[in-house]
């Protein structure tokens, strides 16, 4: 086979290589941020229950001040019941005294409402915090991970592309730069095989059989007509 040919079937090979870590080194990055947004939600939850609890709190305090601004308002008017001269205002101070008790069971029943949501608050905040330290601890490992896997993809391209300058060194270098064109122009693939059925590996267009016997014989640079890539034949 010519040497031009075998060595763009190489520089095919070493392009295929880059281009498979480039993808990884691309992939890899949405891992990590998939795992950040999910501690991140987390943490929100975290700090959303955490107002909901405070608003709970303060609501309860707030309540606890009218039951016993209730029951200072009883025990004043229950005194004053001691000194009570007439019927009216008897009666008139009892109806205070029942209106405030009767305010301070609706009350309580309400406090008991806000502290069941406190305790399932409570649970909800416990569990979210667990998770979110657990998601942020496994944010951090897989991160620090996959860092290093990306710098020893990187090491790997470089590696990878000086090889490729060097063996470029070895074509004219006018057809190492159409070579480059079609890599950057046809998804990655410069070299197409001629495949059994007769159709180029590239774009899957029927070869004349021409150009079938030129690509077979190997001694020159043929082109497919249809993608214009470098067709070789087969291993
Ligand atoms: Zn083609």
């Known amino acids: 086979m010519l040497k031009e040919l075998t060595i763009l079937k190489q520089l095919q090979d070493l392009d295929d290589n880059?281009?498979?870590?480039?993808k990884e080194i691309d992939r890899l990055p949405k891992i990590v941020q998939d795992l950040?947004?999910?501690?991140?939600?987390?943490?929100e939850s975290v700090k959303n229950i955490t107002q909901r609890l405070e608003q709970n709190l303060a609501s309860q305090r707030k309540l606890e001040l009218d039951i016993s601004s209730n029951n200072q308002d009883i025990n004043k008017y229950e005194n004053q019941l001691l000194?009570?001269?007439?019927?009216?205002?008897?009666?008139?101070?009892?109806?205070?005294i029942t209106h405030r008790?009767?305010?301070?069971?609706?009350?309580?029943?309400k406090l008991i409402e806000f502290m069941e949501e406190e305790s399932v608050l409570r649970e909800e905040k416990n569990k979210f915090e667990e998770l979110y330290q657990k998601d942020q601890k496994l944010f951090e490992e897989e991160k620090a991970k996959i860092d290093k896997q990306i710098q020893e993809l990187e090491k790997k391209v470089s590696t990878l592309e000086a090889e490729k300058d060097n063996l470029a060194k070895e074509i004219p270098e006018l057809l190492y730069r159409k070579y480059q064109r079609l890599i950057e122009h046809n998804n990655g693939k410069a070299v197409a095989t001629l495949l059994k059925n007769g159709t180029c590996s590239g774009c899957h267009f029927t070869v004349r059989p021409q150009i079938m016997v030129e690509v077979s014989k190997g001694d020159k640079i043929i082109i497919c007509e249809n993608c214009s890539r470098i067709i070789v034949a087969p291993e």
């Not at 950040?36 to 943490?43: I, L, M, Q, T």
């Not at 305010?103 to 029943?109: L, S």
């Open 101 to 109: 008790k009767e305010r301070n069971v609706e009350i309580e029943e």
């Open 83 to 96: 000194s009570v001269k007439t019927n009216k205002e008897y009666k008139a101070l009892n109806s205070e």
């Open 18 to 22: 880059i281009l498979r870590n480039k």
């Open 36 to 43: 950040h947004e999910k501690y991140s939600s987390e943490k």
